[in-house]
Every structure is written in C-alpha cells, then in structure tokens.
C-alpha cells in the first residue's frame, strides 16, 4: 500500500510540473491600466487651469473645448432706406447698397465708396431687404500647455465656421469661417493671430457690438508682443500689430472711395498697462497707427502720416455675488478710426443700422482732390453692467455715445461730422451646465450732418429706390435676436 501511494503522489507531482513548464512557456496576458494610457492633467495659464489629458510620450497636456451655436434674428426696415442725391460732379447715394459713393468733382466719375454689410436687396430698395434671418456658428478650440523653467509653453488654435440667411446673417447668405485664433505664449512672449493687446473689452456683452475697439471677437490682428509681469497682478505690453483698417472689417475702402490704401509699410505699434485682482480689472492702451494713401481724385496726391489711439476702462467686480460686474470704457483716435471703437457697432454698418438712412463717414484720411486731405477726430464712450439674478439667471445693460468730428474739407467736400448712441440688454438663462439660452435687443440712433458740397437734386432725383431728394441725415434701428449655445 505505501508503494501504491508512492507512485501515485510521484505520478501527481510530475503532472504539476509538466503543467507548470507548460503554462511557463504562454505569454502573460495582463489587463492595462487605463491611467497608464489616459492621464488627466491640470496646468494653470495666467491664472485659470487648463485641464485636459497627457498626449502619450511627451509631457504636453492637450484641451479640446469649443461651442455650437444656433439662433434666429430679426429688425426693422424704414422706408427711408435709400435716400440721398448730391452733386456736382456726380452722386452720393446714402442707405441700402450704395453706401458712400463719392464723386471725382474734375472728372465726374464714380471713384468707390463702402457699401453696407449684410445687404441683400435689388437697386437698394427696402423691400427686397430681409429683415428675419437665421445663423448657426461652429467654434473648435485646441491648447496645448507643457511647464518649462521658465512657466507654461502655451499654443492655442480655434477654428470658427459660421452659416447664415437673411437678416444679419454671418455667413452673408451662405458660409463662411476658418482661423479665428492661432498663437503661442511663453516667458511673456506671444506670436500668432491673438486678441488686440490696444482694446479693453472686445465687441460686448452679447452677439452684436456696443463701440469699442474690438478686434478681439473678430478681426483680430497677427501679432508679435512681450508682456512683463511685476506680480500683483499688474502687466505691462509692447506689440506689433497687423493694421487696423476698415476694408479687413467690411470690405470696403478705409478712405472713403477718394483713395486707396498704400500697403503696409508700418504695424500697428501698441502699448498696455493692464492690473487683474479681486475688485476687478483697468486698462491703459495705445496705439500708433500709420496712414499710408494715394488719392483717386485726379490730382495724385499721396498721404504718409501716422494716427493715434488711446482707450481705457475699469471694471468692478461685486463681492459675494459671483458672475455680477460694472464697467466703463473710453476711446479716442485721430486718423485710426478703428482704434476709436464707432465701425464696430452693431455688426458693422457703420451706424446705418438695417441700411436704414445714411451712414457714418469713417475713414482714417480723404483725399479733398486738391492735393490736400481731411482728418477725423472720433471718440466714444460706453458703460455696462451684469447681474446674476442667481446661478441659471443673468441680466446685462449696456449704452454707448460718440462723436466723429471731419477737420481740413474743402468747399465741395461731402464728408459729414456724425454723432451716434446705442443702447441695449441681454438676458441669459442657464437650466444646466454648459447649456445657454440667450435673448439681446440693441438700438441704434445716428446724427448726420449735412456735408457742405452737398446740393439737393441731381441725376435719378425720384426714382424708384429714392423717395427723396433732401439730405436724410438720420439713421436708426433695431435688432432682436434668440439663440441656443452648447458649449464643451
């Protein structure tokens, strides 16, 4: 019997170890670990954390974010919408399509002119003009942060597309879109198509403008700049930045059809004092932007000089009641009428708000066709506040008032000095996280007056499109507009 037991638990043993040899030579086969390929990370970036996850094998922490946007709008149409006939030499046509339109008084042709935004009409006629319309918006939003000894290695990139119908509509009728913001920072340094380092505020509380020098919601300039911090939350900028003119915003001519612009032979040089604390945050900036023109009135004068432009603002924070804030903001400019903050309003009809009457009369220079040129002085002045009724409700108010002011015109010039207010409010309500309903309703009123080479009558007095003949210095209208933001 113990010789039995023997050879069995000999058999036994055997087994196990052939079992054991066998099972040595199968690949191990262990589940990973999901944090050893998707770490989340977290690196702050003046001041606010960027949290997204580790790119496997490099010490970069990547951040998708971005939004969809959809809503409808809509405003009104005045009958006055094409209005004005001048002479000599020709023809101003104000309102609707024609925008500015001025004449070579020697020659009697039409030499350009800035047409309204967003007009889709036949012969300027109101009635062809849409006054309901719709838009969606795409924005995709990229950063890329890793820590180096010298503080965060930041690229930010953000693709925006835009497609509208109708009224105000961004895409113009169909889409439109691309780069909205592409740049890196690191040890103060920034490079790339970033927010104007010159404006405080940007466009406003909601989608269309109050004044103020955006070129941070749109248009926003390529830049070289160096930002030195001294702690406390106070800054200093110096920049280069592509120029502002008027033909980037809207298409048109940045001097007003009687001339051209000559290229850039200077950027945009900017300076900031900026503080960022508790109470809030001020700004100090300025600008110094080159003029660079070739008349197109026959009399081929040339302008190479510079403009200026200043803008400040403060904002106030109200303690213990998150999301709520006061502010108040100023600019000036003289011959750099996009540093003033006035083309921005609304979305950029130059206070011609629905094509509805005539339009400011911007520009950075003239060109009087006498080998002399007019300069505009422009300033504006705006206010706004924002309260959190509670954490799904906010109100906003916002108004703004300014001034442009046309110096060295001649006799027969029909550059008009204007005046403008716009006043508004925005609701938002938030039922849950990353989910916004959004309504805004601005209004407009623009004060023109009447240039003095400006002559009642002339050519196409009373036909269809110009019911009258008299200057129509008036511009106003409203705009309403609901939309649905998802942001992620």
């Known amino acids: 019997?113990?010789?039995?037991?023997?050879?069995?638990?000999?058999?036994?043993?055997?087994?196990?170890?052939?079992?054991?040899?066998?099972?040595?030579?199968?690949?191990?086969?262990?589940?990973?670990?999901?944090?050893?390929?998707?770490?989340?990370?977290?690196?702050?970036?003046?001041?606010?954390?960027?949290?997204?996850?580790?790119?496997?094998?490099?010490?970069?922490?990547?951040?998708?974010?971005?939004?969809?946007?959809?809503?409808?709008?809509?405003?009104?149409?005045?009958?006055?919408?094409?209005?004005?006939?001048?002479?000599?030499?020709?023809?101003?046509?104000?309102?609707?399509?024609?925008?500015?339109?001025?004449?070579?008084?020697?020659?009697?042709?039409?030499?350009?002119?800035?047409?309204?935004?967003?007009?889709?009409?036949?012969?300027?006629?109101?009635?062809?003009?849409?006054?309901?319309?719709?838009?969606?918006?795409f924005n995709l939003t990229i950063d890329a942060v890793s820590n180096t000894a010298y503080g965060p290695l930041v690229a930010h990139g953000e693709l925006q597309f835009n497609?509208?119908?109708?009224?105000?509509?961004?895409?113009?009728?169909?889409?439109?879109?691309?780069?909205?913001?592409?740049?890196?920072?690191?040890?103060?340094?920034t490079a790339g198509k970033i927010d104007s380092f010159f404006s405080f505020t940007g466009g406003g509380l909601a989608w269309a403008n109050f004044f103020s020098p955006d070129r941070k919601g749109y248009d926003q300039p390529d830049v070289l700049a160096y930002t030195a911090s001294f702690g406390g939350g106070f800054s200093a900028t110096i920049a280069a930045e592509s120029s502002a003119h008027l033909e980037d915003m809207t298409g048109g001519n940045s001097y007003l059809g009687s001339a051209t612009w000559g290229g850039m032979r200077f950027p945009d040089l900017v300076a900031a004092l900026d503080a960022h604390q508790a109470w809030g945050a001020a700004h100090l900036g300025f600008v110094a932007h080159n003029v660079h023109a070739a008349s197109l009135m026959g009399d081929d004068a040339t302008l190479n000089t510079w403009g200026w432009g200043i803008d400040a603002g403060v904002s106030f924070t109200i303690p213990n009641w998150t999301g709520t804030t006061i502010g108040i903001t100023g600019a000036w400019s003289r011959n750099a009428i996009v540093a003033s903050g006035l083309p921005d309003a609304m979305w950029g009809e130059q206070g011609a708000v629905n094509g509805n009457g005539q339009a400011m009369a911007m520009g950075d220079a003239f060109a009087n066709g006498n080998g002399t040129w007019a300069t505009p002085e422009a300033w504006s002045i705006t206010g706004w506040a924002q309260f959190a009724v509670n954490p799904q409700v906010t109100l906003g108010l916002e108004g703004s008032y300014g001034q442009l002011t046309w110096s060295g015109q001649n006799a027969i010039s029909l550059l008009s000095s204007s005046k403008s207010f716009l006043v508004g409010g925005v609701a938002h309500y938030d039922p849950v996280k990353n989910l916004d309903f959004e309504f805004e309703l601005l209004y407009q009123d623009t004060q023109t007056a009447q240039p003095t080479g400006y002559i009642a009558g002339g050519p196409g007095c009373g036909n269809s499109g110009r019911p009258t003949c008299t200057w129509q210095g008036n511009a106003n209208g409203f705009a309403a507009r609901f939309e649905v933001t998802r942001s992620f």
């Not at 000999?10 to 087994?15: D, K, L, R, T």
């Not at 497609?163 to 103060?188: I, K, P, Q």
Request: proline share 4%.
């Open 163 to 189: 497609h509208g119908e109708g009224f105000d509509n961004t895409g113009r009728g169909g889409s439109d879109g691309g780069l909205n913001r592409a740049y890196v920072t690191w040890a103060g340094l």
């Open 1 to 137: 019997m113990t010789l039995i037991k023997s050879i069995l638990l000999g058999s036994a043993a055997g087994i196990v170890a052939v079992a054991s040899a066998q099972a040595a030579d199968l690949p191990t086969r262990k589940g990973p670990v999901a944090a050893e390929y998707v770490r989340i990370c977290s690196i702050t970036v003046a001041g606010a954390p960027v949290v997204g996850f580790v790119l496997p094998g490099s010490d970069t922490c990547l951040k998708m974010s971005g939004y969809i946007t959809g809503q409808i709008e809509g405003g009104n149409v005045r009958n006055s919408y094409s209005t004005s006939v001048a002479q000599p030499g020709g023809t101003l046509e104000t309102g609707g399509n024609a925008g500015f339109q001025f004449i070579n008084n020697r020659t009697g042709a039409a030499v350009g002119g800035i047409g309204n935004q967003n007009v889709n009409a036949s012969a300027g006629h109101p009635f062809n003009r849409d006054t309901f319309g719709f838009t969606t918006r």
